[in-house]
C-alpha cells in the first residue's frame, strides 16, 4: 500500500543534508564549547556558524539567537522570562484564543501564579482583531504573544500590526513563530517584534531543538540557571549536534526559499481544488489567502474528523484532527471553535500539512481515497441522511 504523509506541521522528516551534518558532532567533533583547549574551541566555531544560519534566515543578528530545547521551552522562557523580569510593572499578559498549548497552558499556570490574561477572540478567518488588542492594553500589560501563523488552520497573523500597536503602547511583543520560520519570509529587521520562538523539528531536524530571537536590549530572566552559556540567557551544555542541525535547517531554508515555498503552494491548491471538486459540503477553515503554503484545514460536513482520519490511516495516508497534541482525546479543536464554527464543523476538521518530500501523485493519491471514504461514511452518517431528506 502506498504510504502518504501530509501531516508536517505536526513533525517533518530528517533533511540528508541535515543528519550528514550532524554526525560528525556525534563522533569526532565530541568537545565542549565552553572547553578553552582545542576540542572544546574547534566546536565553539561550528556552534557560532550555525547561530549566524539561524539569525540569517530571519534577518537578525547572531547575538540574538539562543538555543533551547524545543519550541515549547522558548515560549515558556518568552512568557515565564518576561513576566518575571517585569513584576514590578504589572501581572497581565495578553494573548489569542488560539494558540498553541505550549503558549495557552503557560498562561493558565501564570493565571495560578497571580497573573490575568486576556485571550483575544479571532473572527472567522482566524485572525486576531486589533481594535480588541488595542482595547486590551493596560498599565499594567507586560507582555503580548500572538503566535505568527496557526498550527491548525495556516492562517497568517497580522504580525507587523500588532508589533507596532505594542511598540506605540510601550509593551513586549513575543510571537510563536514555530510554524512559520522556513516557510514565509520573515525580516526581524523590519518586523516590530521583541522576542521569537521557533523549533527545529517542524523544519526538517530531529526533535528536541529550538530557538529564541531575543531583540537586542530586550530584557528577560532565564528560564534555567547554571552555567555561562547562551551569554546566561539559556544554561547547560549546548547540545551541538542538534544545534548544527538547526543551522543547517536554516541554510536549507534559506537556500531554497523561493523553491519550496512555490513548490508546496501548488502541491496544496492542487489538493485543494481536487477536495472541493470531488467532495460536497466541505467546508475551508483558515484564512483562503494569508495561510502558510503548505497548510489546508477542511471540515467533511456530517463527518467524524476522527474516523476520517482512521479511514485514511488505513488506506496509508496520515493526516490529523484537531491538533496533534490532543489527539487521542475526541475534543474539537479549541481553534475552530474560536473561529466561532458549529462544534460539528469543528468536529469534522483534518488538516492536511505538506512537506518536501510530497509529491503529485502523493496528492493525486489522496484525492481517489479522501472521496471515497467520505461517500462511506456519510452513507452511515444519521446527520447526513437527515440533512438530505430535509433538503429534498
Ligand atoms: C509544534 C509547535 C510548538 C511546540 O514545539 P516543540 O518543539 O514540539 O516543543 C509550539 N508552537 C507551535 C505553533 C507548534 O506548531
Redesign the pocket.
Known amino acids: 500500500m502506498r504510504r502518504v504523509y501530509m501531516d508536517h506541521?505536526?513533525?517533518t522528516p530528517v533533511h540528508p543534508e541535515v543528519l550528514e551534518a550532524m554526525l560528525p558532532f556525534f563522533r569526532e567533533q565530541f568537545g565542549n564549547a565552553s572547553s578553552i583547549h582545542w576540542a572544546g574551541r574547534e566546536v565553539k566555531k561550528y556552534l557560532d556558524e550555525a547561530r549566524e544560519k539561524v539569525a540569517a534566515l530571519m534577518n537578525a543578528d547572531p547575538q540574538e539567537i539562543v538555543f533551547t530545547g524545543?519550541?515549547?521551552?522558548?515560549?515558556n522562557m518568552a512568557i515565564k522570562g518576561v513576566a518575571f523580569t517585569h513584576q514590578d510593572k504589572g501581572r497581565h499578559i495578553i494573548t489569542s484564543k488560539v494558540?498553541?498549548h505550549?503558549?495557552l497552558h503557560t498562561c493558565q499556570f501564570m493565571q495560578g501564579m497571580g497573573y490575568q490574561v486576556t485571550y483575544l477572540s479571532v473572527d472567522r478567518d482566524g485572525l486576531v482583531d486589533l481594535e480588541e488588542l488595542r482595547r486590551s492594553i493596560r498599565p499594567d500589560t507586560v507582555l503580548v504573544t500572538i503566535?505568527f501563523?496557526?498550527?491548525e488552520t495556516g492562517t497568517i497573523m497580522p504580525v507587523r500590526e500588532i508589533g507596532e500597536i505594542c511598540r506605540e503602547k510601550g509593551v513586549l511583543f513575543h510571537t510563536?513563530a514555530?510554524?512559520a520560520v522556513g516557510k514565509i519570509s520573515i525580516d526581524l529587521k523590519r518586523l516590530p517584534v521583541d522576542i521569537l520562538?521557533l523549533?527545529?523539528?517542524?523544519l526538517n531536524t530531529p526533535?528536541?531543538?529550538?530557538a529564541q530571537f531575543i531583540r537586542k536590549g530586550t530584557k528577560l530572566s532565564p528560564l534555567i540557571h547554571g552555567g555561562a552559556q547562551e551569554r546566561n540567557r539559556r544554561a547547560g551544555t549546548e547540545n551541538i549536534p542538534y544545534i548544527i542541525g538547526l543551522g543547517k535547517a536554516c541554510e536549507i531554508a534559506m537556500r531554497d526559499f523561493d523553491k519550496r515555498h512555490e513548490y508546496l503552494r501548488n502541491l496544496r491548491d492542487r489538493l485543494q481544488e481536487g477536495i472541493f471538486r470531488a467532495v460536497p459540503h466541505v467546508e475551508l477553515n483558515g484564512h483562503p489567502v494569508l495561510r502558510l503554503p503548505n497548510t489546508m484545514n477542511v471540515s467533511f460536513l456530517y463527518v467524524e474528523g476522527e474516523s476520517l482520519l482512521l479511514n485514511l490511516d488505513l488506506e496509508g495516508v496520515a493526516v490529523s484532527s484537531g491538533s496533534a497534541c490532543s489527539s487521542g482525546s475526541a475534543d474539537a479543536s479549541h481553534v475552530i471553535l474560536a473561529m466561532g464554527k458549529s462544534p460539528l464543523v469543528a468536529q469534522s476538521a483534518i488538516r492536511f500539512s505538506l512537506g518536501l518530500t510530497n509529491t503529485p501523485e502523493d496528492v493525486d493519491y489522496v484525492l481517489e481515497v479522501v472521496p471515497r471514504i467520505i461517500e462511506r461514511l456519510r452513507a452511515i452518517s444519521p446527520l447526513y441522511q437527515k440533512a438530505s431528506r430535509s433538503k429534498a
Open positions: 506541521n505536526a513533525t524545543c519550541g515549547t521551552e522558548s515560549d494558540e498553541h505550549a503558549i503566535m501563523a496557526n498550527n510563536d514555530v510554524q520562538s523549533s527545529g523539528h517542524k526533535k528536541g531543538i529550538g
